[in-house]
């Protein structure tokens, strides 16, 4: 009805301007981190390959723990979201996205995170990124001039979720090239390395890791 209306006011000529204060909030943006291993075979020719993995494929025992956490803190991640916005967008709306965001996670165990293999030559990049960021940024319109960049601030890693998602996503990167699948094939970890992140790092040591490795990318 309101579409039908507009058109009539604007073949009038007439210009339909509406407050939309909220257009450009709520962007979500993926954080994409790397690996780097060396390899004792030649790849060539060969597909990357994907895997997706949920919520308990990512944290095993640790699962029910992050579930509490999360839910505990889903009202202040509303209100986070709410008060970087100035105020502009709902809270009680930011609530039930974040609900919704949050029974997807831990209740359907939907992937929270791919990762991508790239075999080559003498090594194998592992890519990997979160897909259900809680964090959420803006990108708003700067001027009329379609050549100015619009102010994109995709708040990354504004909510704790999202760096835990990212270093649990790394440590299962490290897990699954260690594997008895890849055992033979890998050979040793170029990137981060033992040194930079030992096999008994602390979340804080990955946690410098990540944000130091990260490429974003939006969606």
């Known amino acids: 009805m309101w579409l039908t209306r507009y058109s009539i006011l604007e073949q009038h000529g007439i210009d339909v301007k509406v407050d939309l204060p909220f257009v450009g909030e709520n962007l979500q943006d993926q954080t994409t981190g790397a690996g780097a291993y060396s390899s004792n075979t030649n790849f060539s020719g060969t597909a990357d390959y994907v895997g997706y993995f949920n919520v308990a494929d990512i944290f095993g025992n640790g699962t029910y ?6 839910r505990d ?46 075999p ?8 990997y990124w979160g897909l259900l960021p809680f964090s959420r940024g803006s ?11 619009a102010a994109i601030n995709p708040n990354y890693f504004q909510l704790d979720y999202d760096l835990k998602q990212q270093i ?5 990167v490290r897990k699954l090239a260690g594997s ?16 930079s992140v030992p096999l008994n790092a602390s979340d804080e040591v990955w946690a410098k890791a990540v944000k130091e490795g990260c490429e974003y990318y939006a969606i």
């Open 73 to 118: 803190s889903l009202l202040q991640y509303a209100t986070s979201v709410v008060e970087a916005s100035g105020g502009i967008i709902d809270q009680k709306v930011m609530e039930k996205l974040f609900m919704i965001h949050y029974d997807l996670i831990f209740k359907d165990q939907i992937p929270i995170s791919e990762i991508l293999i790239s």
């Open 120 to 127: 080559g030559e003498d090594q194998m990049a592992f890519s």
């Open 180 to 195: 008895e699948a890849l055992c033979d094939i890998v050979t040793g970890e170029l990137s981060p390395g033992l040194q």
């Open 168 to 172: 649990g996503t790394a440590k299962a």
């Open 139 to 149: 990108v708003h319109i700067q001027s009329n001039d379609s050549t100015i960049p």
């Open 65 to 70: 723990d992050l579930n509490c956490t999360v």
